[in-house]
């Protein structure tokens, strides 16, 4: 799992917006398949559809990693059981709208793949460790593009909890060939650069591990301790490492302590 297991009350919370729509609204979700592959083989073709679908030579192993939309309906028992196997991924979000589930999948997967700097990319919108960044780096204009007269996008964040984002809701036309540029770009870089990293270190070493969601917050602690002390690479990744193989629950002191043991186990090296 990557992030936290879902909270008891994330079900319930979810069926309590449906309450909350004005009129003419309703509430679409947005899956990340790549994390539960298959898992839209459980809905049916009807009531869902798939972002990768419209790419071209997409295969049948490619659509079971494809990120899709769906209607939310509470009563929907079968619904419930499939979202529930969800539960430790970052992988739900739910967005409100006017438009339609034809219309708002128009609009997204226009953006599954952008160019920037040249070169061509899979936008992981989908993925909700990602969607904070991706509304933040986009101007009016491209959010516009992207969720159109959508007010609210909200996705289960690291914690397993619900995390809300307000938008402003504007019409505008499906995106022809989306372009994010170098500020853009990098601060989504900026934004994988944790997730990246601890990918990186449980590939290097067979485990266990400590739990994905609190090593992202071990991580986060590290890179501040090595901001502070102006730590460049290649030691900057070897200190975050140590530290997350430490496999403890970190506070600002407790990192500040193990960095200044980290250090002088480098000088008696050295």
Not at 29 to 58: N, T, W
Not at 121 to 131: E, N, S, V
Request: negative net charge.
């Amino acid at each position: 799992m990557l992030i936290a297991p879902f909270v008891d009350s994330w079900m319930d919370e979810l069926c309590a917006r449906t309450r909350d729509l004005a009129a003419g609204q309703r509430l679409h979700l947005l899956i990340d398949g790549a994390f539960v592959p298959g898992l839209h083989r459980s809905i049916h073709p009807d009531r869902k559809i798939m972002l990768f679908a419209s790419l071209p030579g997409c295969s049948e192993e490619a659509l079971d990693l494809s990120s899709f939309l769906m209607p939310f309906d509470p009563e929907d028992a079968s619904a419930r059981r499939i979202l529930q196997r969800c539960s430790g991924w970052p992988m739900v979000s739910v967005i409100r709208t006017h438009e339609d589930l034809g219309q708002l999948a128009a609009r997204i997967t226009a953006w599954t793949v952008v160019e920037a700097d040249g070169q061509r990319f899979h936008l992981r919108f989908a993925d909700t460790r990602r969607i904070p960044a991706i509304v933040q780096a986009l101007d009016p204009g491209q959010r516009a593009q992207l969720l159109g007269p959508a007010t609210s996008w909200a996705c289960v964040a690291r914690s397993g909890a619900w995390q809300e984002i307000r938008l402003d809701g504007a019409d505008a036309e499906v995106a022809a060939f989306p372009v994010l540029d170098a500020r853009q770009f990098a601060m989504l870089v900026e934004d994988s650069l944790i997730d990246e990293m601890q990918a990186l270190f449980m590939r290097r070493h067979p485990g266990p591990f400590i739990p994905a969601w609190q090593g992202y917050e071990v991580l986060t602690l590290a890179l501040q301790v090595a901001e502070k002390a102006r730590l460049k690479e290649p030691a900057l990744l070897d200190w975050c490492e140590f530290l997350w193989r430490e496999g403890q629950i970190e506070t600002p002191t407790t990192a500040a302590d193990n960095f200044a043991n980290w250090q002088a186990t480098q000088v008696d090296r050295a």
